[in-house]
């Protein structure tokens, strides 16, 4: 079957930690292919394997790529080179004692030639080790620009204009040579300590960075894991032995408290996954109930009946999402119907099939947001009014059904349909009929202000 292939060719981190702690990586010990501090290692990243998850993964590589392998590379001198640098230097002895100025010179050169060359591997390891490739064209460029200044200086004519000036200065008046140099030398112990400085403050922001990257993963993660819990928890809840949608006070109740907390404490991406949720699960919507049991009834297609009027709610959102910041979020199909979202961020959302009647979008951002066959009213828009505090919706006419959305940024909406531009520039005022897309011309202001 495909499914086979398939999974042959991916497979998933459990089967790679049991195939990497089989005991077939433990055989043939005695050729020396693993240590025992080699299958420590192993193992421990094997564990570790099975616990990354995708949220940590970038990054862990990312941690990984800025980390300097460190070289343990071994610098090899042959003996002969050994031998020779002895007997150089045993010529350049001789020659000292015998007081023979040829035999001590050349001594003293094969030794300094012979010295350099057994020492020339070990410094091209350590100058790879302790500088990158940009230091060292830093350096190289910095020594570049003190040769070129040098040579503007003695080509220039400028160092036959200073020796002039030199001559003329009282340089007993002035001090001696050797608390000239002083000074330089203090000068360059300065600039040498701000550069130090200067170091330790680019690699302690690096740090900083990398710890703050880090701490928004992990953020993410228990972000995630707390979802999930909830998720659960809300699952058996809701949900008996007989797999029916429990609906007593008591457990409604602890349903709203447990959804007010976890949307008070998460972002607005993890506000969106739960809205998401309680909405695809029928939790948001009013369901027509039994007037004895308050069961929810079947719709005898699969599903739960609604009841616009006189139906109840598992969760009522209430004021829960009043001034959050939901921008950019995904909420597509979601039941936000009677919802309180004074002043709530919406910009940029994907609002697509969203259901919003009667809910209230009193100062509510909507900017550049896609609306499209979003639902603000039941029934025909001429009849659709605003929801009322005194009087109850008439879902038929689509009176007392629609959304307050007075004083509502809607600029930028995108696919913003006739009908709901039509109900925003009757029942938005003065400021929402400013911001809505293809002006409001020929449409009456009925809210009157």
């Given at each position: 079957?495909?499914?086979?292939?398939?999974?042959?060719?991916?497979?998933?981190?459990?089967?790679?930690?049991?195939?990497?702690?089989?005991?077939?990586d433990f055989e043939n010990s005695s050729n020396g292919d693993l240590t025992s501090d080699e299958l420590t290692r192993q193992q421990a990243l094997a564990a570790?394997?099975?616990?990354?998850?995708?949220?940590?993964?970038?990054?862990?590589?990312?941690?990984?790529?800025?980390?300097?392998?460190?070289?343990?590379?071994?610098?090899?001198?042959?003996?002969?080179?050994?031998?020779?640098?002895?007997?150089?230097?045993?010529?350049?002895?001789?020659?000292?004692?015998?007081?023979?100025?040829i035999v001590g010179i050349v001594g003293t050169i094969v030794t300094l030639l012979l010295s350099v060359a057994v020492v020339w591997p070990w410094l091209e390891e350590l100058q790879k080790e302790w500088f990158s490739a940009q230091e060292q064209t830093l350096v190289l460029g910095s020594l570049g620009i003190i040769v070129a200044i040098a040579g503007l200086i003695k080509y220039s004519g400028l160092a036959n204009y200073l020796v002039s000036v030199g001559r003329k200065i009282n340089w007993e008046a002035s001090g001696t040579l050797a608390e000239w140099f002083g000074a330089l030398g203090q000068i360059l112990i300065a600039i040498i300590a701000v550069y130090i400085a200067w170091r330790q403050y680019i690699i302690s922001k690096d740090l900083t960075i990398q710890q703050n990257l880090l701490t928004v993963q992990q953020n993410l993660i228990t972000q995630q894991q707390t979802i999930d819990s909830y998720f659960q928890g809300i699952s058996?809840?809701?949900?008996?032995?007989?797999?029916?949608?429990?609906?007593?006070?008591?457990?409604?109740?602890?349903?709203?408290?447990?959804t007010a907390a976890i949307l008070s404490s998460v972002d607005g991406s993890g506000k969106a996954k739960i809205l998401r949720f309680l909405s695809r699960s029928k939790l948001l919507s009013p369901l027509k109930?039994?007037?004895?049991?308050?069961?929810?009834?079947?719709?005898?297609?699969?599903?739960?009946?609604?009841?616009?009027?006189?139906?109840?709610?598992?969760?009522?959102?209430?004021?829960?999402?009043?001034?959050?910041?939901l921008s950019g979020t995904d909420l597509r199909w979601t039941d936000l119907s009677e919802a309180n979202l004074v002043r709530t961020n919406l910009s940029q959302c994907d609002l697509?099939?969203?259901?919003?009647?009667?809910?209230?979008?009193?100062?509510?951002?909507?900017?550049?947001?896609?609306?499209?066959?979003?639902?603000?009213?039941?029934?025909?828009?001429?009849?659709?009014?605003?929801?009322?505090?005194?009087?109850?919706?008439?879902?038929?006419?689509?009176?007392?059904?629609?959304?307050?959305?007075?004083?509502?940024?809607?600029?930028?909406?995108?696919?913003l349909s006739e009908a709901n531009r039509y109900y925003c520039c009757a029942w938005g005022g003065e400021k929402t009929r400013a911001t809505i897309p293809r002006g409001c011309e020929g449409i009456p202001n009925k809210l009157g202000r």
């Open positions: 079957m495909s499914i086979d292939s398939n999974s042959s060719q991916t497979p998933n981190p459990e089967s790679i930690t049991e195939q990497n702690l089989q005991p077939d570790i394997a099975s616990l990354q998850s995708p949220q940590n993964t970038s990054a862990l590589l990312q941690a990984r790529s800025t980390a300097k392998p460190v070289s343990n590379k071994a610098v090899v001198v042959k003996p002969r080179a050994l031998l020779l640098v002895v007997a150089a230097i045993a010529t350049t002895i001789i020659g000292l004692a015998i007081n023979n100025w058996d809840l809701v949900l008996d032995e007989e797999g029916l949608l429990e609906d007593w006070p008591q457990e409604r109740l602890l349903a709203e408290g447990r109930r039994d007037s004895l049991l308050g069961r929810a009834i079947l719709d005898g297609t699969g599903g739960y009946c609604e009841d616009r009027l006189h139906g109840v709610r598992v969760i009522d959102l209430g004021v829960m999402l009043a001034g959050a910041d697509v099939k969203a259901n919003l009647s009667r809910s209230i979008l009193y100062e509510a951002n909507l900017s550049g947001a896609d609306l499209n066959g979003i639902r603000l009213f039941y029934g025909s828009v001429e009849n659709a009014t605003p929801r009322s505090r005194t009087h109850p919706p008439n879902y038929k006419t689509g009176e007392y059904t629609g959304a307050v959305v007075e004083d509502a940024d809607l600029s930028d909406v995108q696919r």
